[in-house]
């Protein structure tokens, strides 16, 4: 059973130097058509038709819509999709395009958990990565978010940003913990093409903190997250207990999900698609009554075990050596013995009970562990 949805709303009111999802300015687009093609791809789907249990909106800028533009689109996801049984829905939010209307229009329609988008507390820190919200508009968001009955309540940060030190991403941690939210996610910088970010680095243009500072900031992240209470359940993940994203817990245990909008992905029935990103194509295909997916891919029992490895380890409980054996019929030691035999021996991998999983070394090597579980198997050997 399929049990989670992401839809994607492409639209921003800025551009941020980082961001390379698929996006564009909102003024000037056809916003209103896009809502109403995007609830006519529910319809056409096949996927339509679960039991949803989990329900990601992310972007772009959800809140970038109006509060009618949103109240038209949950109200079409209440009549196209099957909400009966949802326990997360989550969409991520903007500070500065998060009001008192909008607020009032998800919780009317069952959205229950914001991902507000804060990156830093740092004023200058912000302008830098191009964003437009300032602290103070965190704050208020987040008190508005209270007064509306918001209870679960993420926050993204970033480290190893320009210009960004190890003393700045402790005042902005700070902040965040005694904003007394019950998630709080952190994520290193990646430079990605097709970013400013990119093309400044290509110009010899941007300077990152060294090694050595992103290495401190991540240490900081677990400390101080441990200290006020939030476990760390993920690389990069930290939440009050109960307060884990059962939307993203589907990607990292591999499960399959449908992917709703303009560049979307999703995972259903063996298969990895992804929708046309140009919202031309994508209005045209719905416009001809046809599914707008721009790629397909067949996943391999190989590559299903592969994906097993890098997204499940990325959880600190690791990897179910039972549900692994259960799940592909084959055992865990019987594809990679050599390969755990060794990070173990580098101290990098540990198991735990039934559960083979990252070290504390290994938190901060993880992409380095991961690549030691690709193209190592053949596929007719595990079948």
Known sequence: MVKAVYIHIPFCEHICYYCDFNKMYLKNQPVDQYIESLLLE??????????????????????AL????????????????????????????????????????????????????????????????????????????????RTYGFTNISLDLMFGLPKQTPAHFRQSLKEAIELEVEH?????????????????????????????????????????????????????NFAKNGFESKHNLVYWNN?????????????????????????????????????????????????????????????????SIAEFQEKFGIALHDCFSEQLHTLQEQGLLIEVGDNVQLTEAGLLLGNEVFEQFIAVLEEELIY
Do not use: C
């Open 42 to 63: 529910m319809k056409y789907s096949d996927s339509s038709n679960n039991q949803f249990e989990t329900i990601f909106i992310g972007g772009g800028t959800p809140t």
């Open 66 to 145: 109006s509060a009618q533009q949103l109240k038209r689109l949950l109200d079409g996801m209440h009549r196209e999709l099957l909400l009966d049984h949802v326990k997360e829905w989550t969409i991520e939010v903007n500070p500065d395009s998060i009001d008192d209307e909008k607020l009032a229009v998800l919780k009317e329609y069952g959205v229950n958990r914001l991902s507000i988008g804060v990156q830093s507390f740092d004023s200058e820190l912000l302008k830098e990565i191009g964003r437009t919200h300032t602290s103070s508009s965190v704050y208020d968001a987040v008190e508005r978010a």
């Open 184 to 236: 709080i996610s952190a994520y290193s910088l990646k430079v990605e093409e097709k970013t400013i970010f990119f093309n400044r680095q290509r110009l010899g243009k941007l300077t990152l903190p060294p090694e050595e500072a992103e290495v401190s900031m991540y240490n900081d992240l677990r400390a101080l997250t441990e200290k006020a209470g939030l476990s760390q359940y993920e690389i990069s």
């Open 255 to 319: 499960e399959e999900y449908a992917g709703y909008g303009a560049g979307a992905h999703g995972y259903l029935n063996g298969v990895r698609y992804q929708n046309h990103g140009p919202l031309p194509k994508y209005l045209r295909a719905i416009d001809q009554n046809a599914l707008p997916i721009l790629l397909e891919h067949n996943v391999t029992k190989v590559e299903q075990i592969e994906e097993q490895m890098f997204l499940g380890l990325r959880k600190r409980e690791g990897i």
